[in-house]
Antibody, heavy 119, light 110 residues
Framework: VQLVESGGGLIQPGGSLRLSCVASGFTFSNYWMHWVRQVPGKGLVWVSRINGDGSSTIYADSVKGRFTISGDTAKNTLYLQMNSLRAEDSAVYYC?????????????WGQGILVTVSS | QSVLTQPPSVSAAPGQKVTISCSGSNSNIGNNYVSWYQQLPGTAPKLLIYESNKRPSEIPDRFSGSKSDTSATLGITGLQTGDEADYYCATWDSSLSAVVFGGGTKVTVL
């Protein structure tokens, strides 16, 4: 199992960025996928989740209405479209896999990708 | 301020035992499984405990988890220098409809 994030970088406040997470070694549609972020030196914060067939998505209140999670099962790729970015969105973003129930653990994580929102 | 409360740090000598508490409420720990993660410096988190007290096969039995009412505990016995890391608890919060993490606990081996 491998999860590899990409798409991070420096972006101005108010801008948009799309993160990608390419999954391999498992059947993408059989699992829920998540985004978790971490400000360097701070704790982990859950951002969003999508179910296996993409029919259900949920978000943390802090990103609701600005971020959109999606998945492409043909490409085994998870996405996070981030709009109206704020300085407080600056963090390392991890994609992670879980099983199909709410308190399921994150059993595999990507290496993380840094997003910096600054002028 | 995290929904789940962990002590900021714990420490012990090599070979000793440490426990890390994770306190929540009925909307999270009280009615859901807890998982624990180890994050070594500069790396992604790694699953240590799931469903409150189960270990993935690759995790040594020096690591253990338990849950009682609205609190969970991670125990580490036979402490090693390689155990120096940040440890996080996590669970589902039914009221928030969100996954919640503790603030993290830094383990130091003296």
């Amino acid at each position: 199992v491998q999860l590899v994030e990409s798409g991070g970088g420096l972006i101005q406040p108010g801008g948009s960025l799309r993160l990608s997470c390419v999954a391999s070694g498992f059947t993408f549609s059989n699992y829920w996928m998540h985004w978790v972020r971490q400000v360097p030196g701070k704790g982990l914060v859950w951002v969003s989740r999508i179910n296996g067939d993409g029919s259900s998505t949920i978000y943390a209140d802090s990103v609701k209405g600005r971020f959109t999670i999606s998945g492409d099962t043909a490409k085994n790729t998870l996405y996070l479209q981030m709009n109206s970015l704020r300085a407080e969105d600056s963090a390392v973003y991890y994609c992670a896999r879980s099983f199909g129930y709410s308190s399921s653990p994150f059993d595999y994580w990507g290496q993380g990708i840094l997003v910096t929102v600054s002028s | 301020q995290s929904v789940l409360t962990q002590p900021p740090s714990v420490s012990a000598a090599p070979g000793q035992k440490v426990t890390i508490s994770c306190s929540g409420s009925n909307s999270n720990i009280g009615n859901n499984y807890v998982s624990w993660y180890q994050q070594l410096p500069g790396t992604a988190p790694k699953l240590l405990i799931y469903e409150s007290n189960k270990r993935p096969s690759e995790i040594p039995d020096r690591f253990s988890g338990s849950k009682s009412d609205t609190s969970a505990t991670l125990g580490i016995t036979g402490l090693q220098t390689g155990d120096e890391a940040d440890y996080y608890c996590a669970t589902w919060d039914s009221s928030l409809s969100a996954v919640v993490f503790g603030g993290g606990t830094k383990v130091t081996v003296l």
